[in-house]
């Protein structure tokens, strides 16, 4: 059943015990803003255990599972305790671009996992809010089973994850990559196809946006559609499991 106290409850007993940070951010003594947001969903029953995205993904993921975006009224929010906000335009808030956390009480308290305090803290959503620019912002209130919530035994598991969308396996998700050396663009996810060579590069520094990944042939592909409406791929780190390896910044770091 989900709860949200317990949500709530499980960011509060981290409270002066974990650190910030965004390459050990899986716990359990530090956590980035969206992987202690997931954590903390998990914990209130609102996603299966094992659930992990980042501040993108949590988009859908919420929306698939009964969250709804709380409209503004006369240019204000009305945040409730248990809201989520997310900071940042919607497909760009990869890494340091975006930020995410629960609101604590209806007077605008959040509960989040930052960098400036360097651990999860209660602070004034508007000061922190003024103090980082006013970034876009978009705030989920729990409504109900809107888009199903795991049956309690189910025949086949459901995943919460982004899922396959596609023959070839990729998997839904936005952003923008930038590579930290040069990178080729190929026209399938095989590294060793002698008989599709690199078609193009890019160079460290330039920006890559995608509408996918890949995990196939021992890498992480991201991919994307040319303007010729031919999709390609590009190899962005190893399929090592691990968020710290990517050649680069701007994919699940």
């Known amino acids: 059943m989900s709860n949200i106290n317990a949500m709530i409850g499980w960011m509060s007993d981290q409270l002066g015990k974990v650190t910030y940070s965004m390459t050990n951010r ?33 988009f859908n993921d919420l929306e698939r599972n009964g969250w709804q975006q709380v409209k503004p009224v006369n240019g204000n929010y009305p945040a409730k305790k248990g809201d989520i906000f997310i900071w940042g335009t919607r497909g760009q ?20 996992c930052n960098f400036g305090f360097d651990g999860i803290t209660v602070n004034d959503h508007d000061y922190i809010w003024g103090y980082n620019g006013q970034p876009d912002i978009t705030i989920y209130r729990f409504t109900g089973n809107v888009g199903g919530e795991p049956d309690p035994k189910p025949s086949t598991p459901k995943p919460i994850d982004p899922v396959p ?21 190929s026209a399938d996810t095989n590294p060793d196809d002698t008989a599709s060579p690199a078609l193009d590069y890019y160079n ?8 996918s990944y890949i995990m196939a ?12 409406g031919t999709r390609r791929y590009v190899a962005v780190g190893p399929d090592d499991g691990r968020i710290d390896t990517t050649w680069g910044r701007g994919f699940f770091n």
């Open 93 to 112: 808030t990869l890494g340091a671009a975006g930020h995410t956390g629960i609101f604590v009480d209806d007077n605008d308290n959040i509960i989040h």
């Open 217 to 228: 042939n021992g890498y992480a592909w991201v991919s994307y559609v040319d303007y010729g």
């Open 204 to 211: 460290a520094g330039m920006a890559i946006p995608y509408d």
């Open 165 to 185: 969308q596609d023959p070839d396996k990729r998997i839904t998700m936005s952003g923008t990559f930038y590579p930290d050396r040069q990178l080729a663009v």
């Open 26 to 58: 899986l716990g359990p003594d530090s956590y980035d803003c969206s992987s202690a947001v997931y954590n903390a969903l998990i914990a209130g029953g609102f996603l299966r255990a094992g659930s992990m995205g980042n501040t993108e993904t949590l």
